[in-house]
């Protein structure tokens, strides 16, 4: 077990609603989720449109992305350790209402640096509150369904950047690239409230508890998070291979529609729907299989799912990489499919294995960290990707972008393979 602190973690018992209330809260945050990742695909749909509108370069609007994902990684620590000493649902709604708005004021950015401000720093933060606090949330109520509610949640992630893209792009080819984000914050604006006030009727006694927590053990949740991650080689790995993976995803995600917008010619809708389709189908598929799978053996095999995360990095680089250097776009979809499926497999026990070694009072803290230090190493990929393309095409950048993955993921493997995994709670010894 990672040392996290000499008090005995909260009752995941005490923290539990009844019935199927632990179910309705992943229902509830799915939805949550699934206008956060909306949102966050909004700009590279609408990205072409924009940099004419502006009359930007490439580079520049790489920034914009960067700047977000920068933003995100410095913010999201303070995120996880407000998750973990104030109701939980408070910080997702806060997230909802700031990340809503900062879309929203993008919409009605009249320059550059505005555009920066709104998408980079607003929705950056917005967006950064979300994931600790959300995913403990699922973390606290879920024991022996662990990996299958929070695979759940995550398929969300997937439904989000697939239909964003989507509306997004064809309400910016209707009625322009503005009312894209006009329409998207008003939304999350509206689910906002009505998160608030179904998430505090069911987690009413487990948010009374985190917020009735002496200040000395509030104190020092920071530095037992710290050192729970910093003494835990597994932890370090999982750093380093969700690193690797968000240089991908914010990469990929920036900048596949532009590529096959130029490349093949598709118009803005379909570029953005299809550079998301077949790689979130795929996803979903790895997701949903593997955290079962998982959640089946894990008590029996401890290292199952950093077993299934370290591989999926490794066996996704080279269909990465195919979908980046092919001319045929049939073969662009293939390598983006199997990118995706190998990509749910890590997905699937991201923040499952994180929980499954650390204890619930931390929980939401030591996953900020993770994060944090995850989207601040890979918040460059977007800018890079767009300073290489006027040289090296976008192939380039993917060829970076698969290169990263298969050295991190065998360096994440070998990692796992020589130490020990002793969870701080084993799913399906606790009938929650």
Do not use: C
């Amino acid at each position: 077990m990672i040392p996290t602190s000499t008090d005995a973690p909260a009752s995941p018992a005490a923290a539990t609603p009844p019935g199927a209330g632990k179910w309705i809260i992943v229902g509830l945050l799915w939805v949550a989720y699934f206008l956060n990742q909306a949102d966050r695909q909004i700009f590279s749909v609408t990205l072409p449109l924009i940099q004419a509108d502006f009359h930007l370069s490439s580079a520049q609007m790489g920034l914009v992305a960067t700047v977000f994902t920068l933003v995100f990684g410095l913010t999201v620590p303070f995120a996880g350790f407000a998750g973990d000493i104030i109701a939980r649902y408070k910080v997702v709604v806060l997230s909802l209402i700031v990340f809503s708005a900062g879309t929203l004021f993008t919409g009605l950015a009249s320059s550059y640096l505005l555009l920066l401000l709104f998408r980079g720093v607003a929705t950056g933060t917005g967006e950064a509150m979300y994931a600790p606090a959300a995913n403990s949330m699922i973390g606290e109520q879920h024991v022996s369904t662990r990996g299958r509610a929070l695979s759940l949640h995550q398929t969300a992630n997937y439904t989000g950047i697939v239909l964003g893209s989507l509306f997004a792009g064809w309400i910016a080819e209707t009625h322009g690239w503005r009312w894209s984000f006009a329409v998207f914050g008003v939304a999350g604006l509206i689910w906002a409230g009505i998160l608030f006030v179904f998430a505090r009727r069911i987690t009413a006694r487990s948010a009374a508890a985190a917020e009735a927590s002496p200040p000395a053990d509030r104190a020092r949740i920071v530095a037992d998070a710290v050192k729970a991650v910093i003494t835990s080689p597994l932890l370090l790995a999982q750093i380093l291979g969700f690193s690797a993976l968000i240089f991908v995803m914010v990469g990929y995600l920036t900048w596949t529609p532009s590529l096959l917008l130029e490349r093949f010619g598709l118009s803005l809708s379909q570029a953005g729907f299809f550079a998301v389709l077949y790689h979130h189908l795929f996803a979903a598929v790895g997701l949903l299989a593997t955290g079962m799978i998982a959640d089946r053996l894990v008590g029996r095999r401890p290292k199952i799912r950093l077993l299934a995360m370290s591989s999926g990095l490794v066996l996704f680089a080279p269909f990465l990489w195919l979908a980046g250097a092919s001319q045929q776009v049939w073969l662009v979809y293939a390598g983006l499919a199997g990118f995706g499926l190998f990509r749910g497999v890590y997905d699937a026990n991201l923040f499952a294995a994180i929980f499954d070694a650390v204890d619930n009072r931390l929980r939401s803290t030591v996953t900020g960290i993770v994060v944090a230090v995850a989207y601040v190493a890979g918040a460059a990929s977007p800018f890079i990707m767009g300073a290489l393309k006027a040289r090296y095409g976008l192939e380039g950048g993917f060829t970076l972008l698969a290169a990263v993955a298969l050295v991190s993921g065998l360096i994440f493997l070998g990692i796992v393979l020589a130490t020990r995994v002793v969870p701080a709670d084993r799913p399906g010894t606790g009938g929650h």
